[in-house]
């Protein structure tokens, strides 16, 4: 689900915002701008809800303290950080599967 979120946040932020606001007024590339923030931008904005309901569950499953579990909540919003939180809480996760084994 971070890999979801986190690929959607980096088209949006890097090529979506970026053309919607630096194109010139009235042009193709300002109006595809314009689709990518508006539309990538909602969906991104429904799977983060999901992203935080799914990690919120996994995190009181997994027993995570509350620093991991809000580092690895806020990840979403930052490109690029959500892959790092995303493979950080894999570990987490299969080290605990590991001990319990």
């Not at 088209?11 to 970026?18: A, C, K, R, T």
């Not at 919607?20 to 923030?37: C, R, V």
Request: aromatic share 10%.
């Amino acid at each position: 689900m971070a890999t979801v979120v986190g690929v959607l946040l980096i088209v949006l932020i890097l090529v979506g915002v970026p053309l919607k606001y630096f194109a010139s007024d009235g042009s193709s590339a300002q109006e595809i701008g314009e689709n990518i923030t508006t539309y990538l931008g909602i969906a991104h904005g429904w799977l983060y809800m999901i992203f935080l309901v799914m990690a919120a569950l996994l995190a009181r499953a997994a027993r995570w303290t509350i620093p991991f579990t809000i580092t690895t909540l806020l990840a979403g919003t930052i490109p690029v950080v959500s892959f790092w939180a995303e493979h950080r809480a894999t570990r987490a996760v299969r080290a605990a599967h590991r001990d319990t084994v």
